[in-house]
């Protein structure tokens, strides 16, 4: 079920010493967690993110509040007057952590159209995986993303560059370097015959599929490569077309898919 | 008022005042010769023009209120807040549409919230603010609508607000879109405005004109009031 009262986690784990401010919005989100058990809405203190900010935001947070009583003192303060303090119980996950809990047996069981012949390559970016101990698999080498897609029957291409940088936030202002960091990557995943690339991150996603005009205007060798959600895989892979919304996918990733008799 | 002859100390822009416990901010300082010309309006809690803040001696805490429903404290520092310096966004509600994005195009400073709760526990009309400017950054244009109804616009969010936020022109543009794309015309409106144009009422209103006000005031005071 959706959060209620969730509000944005402020998407970048502020690492200042003193900028405890931006620490607020997480820990709120977390409070609002126990408050869904308190309320009877669930019966466990977790919350599923499917954003790699979110669920770097929010777990650093909740080790943050747990283990450092001097910010935790000045967090209650300012939340003072409001109806409790965060209890420090909730549990952040992801939801390839929850998929993985299930079992990639029972993903499988689920497969109406196994994505075979589809080379993917999985990208984890930074916030998925770093830093050790706040990511959803070991920083070196992930398998988490790999199970999935192998479950969903898509062959697996494994790229050096999977947890290299996509330029983040530099994208805003320096969107040249940006796109040339992006760029690496795209071509790696393409010269190492991968069909499309898989990824969790909407900034990565916007640094690697929508920046791909700017790329293309900066190296006349490039030739653009589908991006997709994981989900989007995992509702193509069950039958589900539309809720995968790949019109929205930028480049469109549907010719290709049509071609690999994917898509009608 | 309490007990009589009770008075309390106050400081109207730094300077101090004894006047009677139990009245209002606004009426404390009409008491303390003030004649208020700004900063005052319904005294009613409705119009939102009496925005003032606040400290009690001894207290690290600046408060918010609405100074004509505001109980003087002692020791109480006031200053009025007649008007918010806000920068008023224009648009054409013709040209607008309600998308997701909407909130954030016109302000995106929306996009710096904190989520500290600082514009809820400022507003008089306790309103989740905060909520509902979270609702804004999402495009949940309902919820902004639910959460703002009983908005007055005094001003206070958008005093304290650390991250400049203006919430009350985001409820205000929420509620805008809603009445215009998503509720629609209303029926029943549109019925009675009719019925209005063709004089339904006008011998009702008419009769009513030439009642005394004792029996205006009686029929007042025993009128029906459906919720």
Known sequence: ??????????????????????????????????????????????????????????????????????????????????????????????????????????????????????????????????????????????????????????????????????????????????????????????????????????????????????????????????????????????????????????????????ERGLWR | MEKEGKMVTIYVMGKKHRVPAGLTIMKAMEYAGYQLRRGVGCRGGFCGACATLYRVKGSYKLQAALACQKVVEDGMYIVQIPFTPAEKKLYDIEKIRPTPNVFVEHFPEITRCLSCNTCTKACPQDLMVMDYVQAALRGDIEKVVELSFDCIACGLCAIRCPAEIVPYQVAQLARRLYSKYILGLSEEVEKRVAEVEEGKFDEELEQLKRLPPEELRKRYESREIRV
Not at chain 1, 236 to 244: D, K, P, R, S
């Open chain 1, 1 to 258: 079920m959706e959060l209620p009262r969730w509000n944005c986690c402020g998407t970048v784990h502020a690492l200042a010493k003193d900028d405890v401010m931006h620490h607020l919005a997480p820990v709120r989100v977390l409070l609002r967690v126990e408050e869904a058990v308190e309320a009877g809405l669930v019966d466990e203190p977790r919350v599923v993110t499917l954003c790699a900010m979110c669920y770097n935001t929010l777990k650093r947070a909740n080790h943050l509040y747990r283990n450092d009583s001097d910010k935790r003192r000045v967090i209650e303060s300012i939340m003072e007057k409001e109806n409790r303090p965060y209890g420090g119980k909730a549990e952040v996950i992801h939801l390839l952590e929850l998929l993985s809990e299930l079992g990639w047996g029972k993903i499988s069981e689920r497969v109406e159209r196994p994505l075979e012949e589809l080379r993917v390559a999985p990208y984890y970016g930074c916030l998925l995986l770093r830093p050790r101990g706040f990511g959803v698999d070991d920083p070196e080498e992930p398998r988490i993303m790999e199970n999935l897609l192998e479950a969903l029957g898509a062959e697996v291409v494994d790229i050096p560059f999977k947890s290299r940088c996509c330029g983040a936030y530099h994208t805003v202002f320096m969107k040249e370097e940006a796109a040339e960091l992006s760029y690496k990557i795209l071509r790696q995943a393409s010269e190492m015959g991968a069909d499309l690339i898989a990824l969790s991150c909407p900034l990565c996603m916007f640094n690697m599929a929508d920046r791909q005009g700017l790329i293309g205007r900066l190296f006349r060798d490039f030739k653009g490569i589908p991006v997709l959600y994981f989900t989007q895989l995992m509702a193509l892979a069950f039958g589900l077309e539309e809720e995968a919304h790949l019109e929205e996918n930028n480049p469109d990733p549907r010719p290709l898919l049509r």
